[in-house]
C-alpha cells in the first residue's frame, strides 16, 4: 500500500490515479491527523508527503509528522513533496529521515521512477533483485579487480542499486577507480545498451559550464556557428557519469540542481526547455560533507546526488589485492607488448604490497607498464620496479618527514589526476613549463595517456 499525505484535493487526485494506472495500491490522508490513524491501521510499503499544509507553519507541521513516521515505521521509504522555494524545508526533512524529495510540479513517469527505486532499495514492491553479488557481476564487468571484503560489499551494493534509477556518489582518493566503478553501476543497469557519456566537471571553465552541460544555439555567442548539443541531451535514456563534481563552482551547481530536480534544461540562447531522462552517477575525491559545512558546496545538491554512497578504499587500505591487480594488468600487457612469457617475481610482488601507492591503482598501472616496457629479462624483479617509483607518503598516521623528491612526485602525480594528463594544464598548475614537467614526468617514471 502506498500512502499519499496531502491536503490539496487536486494533488490527491492526480496522485492516486497515476499509481493506481501502476498498479499501486493507494490510501490518502488529508493531513497528520489522518495520516496518524491510517499509520494506526497498516504499514504502507512508501509515504508519499506533501511538507506544507498550511502558510502559517512554514512546512514544521510537515517536519513533525515526518519525526512521528520515523518513530513510528522507521523502516517505510519516505518522499518528500515540495515546492522549489521550499527545497531548504526537502533538505530539512532529508535530514530527519526522508529518502529523496521531488518538487512541483513534478514530472510523472520519474515520480513513478523515484518511488521504485526507493521500494527497491528498501527491499519491496518492485520486484527488482534486492542483491547480486561478485560472481553475477564478473562476468559483465572483469576490469573490477579484488577479493577484499570493502570491495566485495561495493559490489554487493552495485548490484542491488545498478537496476534501479537511484543517484549514485563515488567518493575516494584519486586513482581508486572511481570511473570503473561508475561504468560499473551503467553496465549493470536497464540503461546499459544506452550512452554513458563521461564530463570531467573539474576540467570544465564557468564560462564554458552552459554550453558543455545544455549546449547551445547557433548565435548564442560570437563563435557559435552551428548547434551544439548538450552532454546532457548526449546522455538522454542513459547514464551521465560527472566526475569531479566537487571542483563546480557556486553558480554551476544551482544550474546542475535544476537539471537533476526538474530533468529540464534550456541550450545556451534558446528559449525552449527539453526534457532529459538520464541516470546521474557522480564522483570526487573531495569531502563534500566539510564543503557543505564550510558553505562552498550546496547542501541540497549534496542531497540530490548522494542517494546512495559508495567509498572506494585506497590501495593502501587493501594491499592484499595488489597482487591480483599486478597480475591482471600483467595478463593484458604481455599481449600488448608481445612478452607472452613475462612474469613477476614474487618478492617483487611483496614488494609493492609495502609501498604506500599514493597514486593508487594509477600509479601502480603506471609503475608495471614502465617496468614492462623497460626490463630486460622476462621476469620483474624489485630492482625493475624500485627505479620507477619514488618513495610516496608515509602512511597518514606516521609523522615521518618526506623528502623534497617525493614531495615533488607526489604534487605531479596529483596534479596530473586532477587536470586528466592534459600536460599544458598540469604544468600551468605546477608553475613550471611544459618541457620542465615531461622532465620530471621521465626522471620519476610516471608513465601517462595524453589527455585530450
Not at 586528466?420 to 613549463?433: F, P, Y
Request: hydrophobic residues 45%; aromatic residues 6%.
Amino acid at each position: 500500500m502506498l500512502l499519499i499525505i496531502d491536503d490539496d484535493i487536486a494533488i490527491q487526485t492526480s496522485l492516486s490515479l497515476l499509481f493506481r494506472r501502476e498498479s499501486f495500491v493507494v490510501r490518502v490522508a488529508d493531513g497528520p491527523f489522518e495520516a496518524r490513524e491510517v499509520l494506526a491501521e497498516e504499514t504502507p510499503e512508501l509515504i508519499l508527503l506533501d511538507m506544507n499544509f498550511s502558510v502559517e507553519t512554514s512546512g514544521e507541521d510537515g517536519l513533525r509528522l515526518l519525526r512521528t513516521i520515523r518513530e513510528q515505521v522507521p523502516s517505510v521509504p519516505v518522499i518528500l513533496i515540495t515546492g522549489w522555494g521550499s527545497i531548504e524545508l526537502a533538505v530539512a526533512g532529508m535530514k530527519a529521515g526522508a529518502n529523496d524529495f521531488i518538487t512541483k510540479p513534478w514530472q510523472n513517469d520519474y515520480l513513478v521512477q523515484a518511488v521504485r527505486t526507493a521500494l527497491t532499495l528498501a527491499g519491496g514492491h518492485s520486484g527488482e533483485p534486492a542483491s547480486v553479488g561478485r560472481r553475477q557481476l564478473a562476468g559483465q564487468f572483469d576490469a573490477i579487480v579484488g577479493e577484499d571484503p570493502a570491495l566485495l560489499d561495493i559490489l554487493t551494493t552495485i548490484g542491488r542499486v545498478a537496476p534501479t534509477d537511484a543517484p549514485v556518489l563515488i567518493t575516494g582518493e584519486s586513482g581508486t577507480g572511481k570511473e570503473l566503478i561508475a561504468e560499473a553501476v551503467h553496465k549493470n543497469s536497464r540503461r546499459k545498451r544506452q550512452p554513458f557519456v563521461k564530463v570531467n566537471l573539474g576540467g570544465i571553465s564557468a564560462t564554458l559550464f552552459d554550453s558543455e552541460l545544455f549546449g547551445h544555439v547557433r548565435g548564442a555567442f560570437t563563435d557559435a556557428k552551428t548547434d551544439r548539443t548538450g552532454r546532457f541531451e548526449l546522455a538522454n535514456k542513459g547514464s551521465i557519469f560527472l566526475d569531479e563534481i566537487g571542483d563546480l563552482d557556486p553558480a554551476s551547481q544551482v544550474k546542475l540542481l535544476r537539471v537533476l530536480q526538474d530533468r529540464t534544461f534550456e541550450p545556451l540562447g534558446s528559449s525552449k526547455s527539453r526534457t532529459v531522462d538520464v541516470r546521474v552517477i557522480c564522483a570526487t575525491n573531495r569531502n563534500l560533507e566539510d564543503m557543505v559545512a564550510n558553505g562552498t558546496f550546496r547542501e541540497d545538491l549534496f542531497y540530490r546526488i548522494n542517494l546512495i554512497t559508495v567509498r572506494l578504499p585506497a590501495l593502501r587500505e587493501r594491499p592484499a589485492d595488489i597482487p591480483r591487480l599486478v597480475n591482471f594488468f600483467i595478463g593484458n600487457l604481455k599481449t600488448l607488448y608481445a612478452r607472452p612469457d613475462l612474469a613477476v617475481s614474487r618478492e617483487a610482488l611483496n614488494w609493492l604490497k609495502e609501498q604506500p601507492l599514493p597514486g593508487n591503482i594509477r600509479q601502480l598501472k603506471n609503475v608495471v607498464e614502465r617496468a614492462v616496457l623497460l626490463s630486460p629479462g622476462n621476469e620483474i624483479a624489485v630492482a625493475d620496479l624500485e627505479k620507477h617509483l619514488v618513495p610516496g607518503p608515509a602512511p597518514a598516521a606516521s609523522n615521518a618527514l618526506l623528502t623534497l623528491e617525493a614531495m615533488e612526485y607526489q604534487l605531479i602525480v596529483r596534479a596530473m589526476a586532477q587536470h586528466q594528463n592534459r600536460i599544458s594544464r598540469v604544468a600551468r598548475a605546477l608553475g613550471i613549463t611544459r618541457f620542465a614537467l615531461y622532465r620530471r614526468l621521465e626522471k620519476y617514471g610516471i608513465a601517462y595517456e595524453a589527455g585530450e
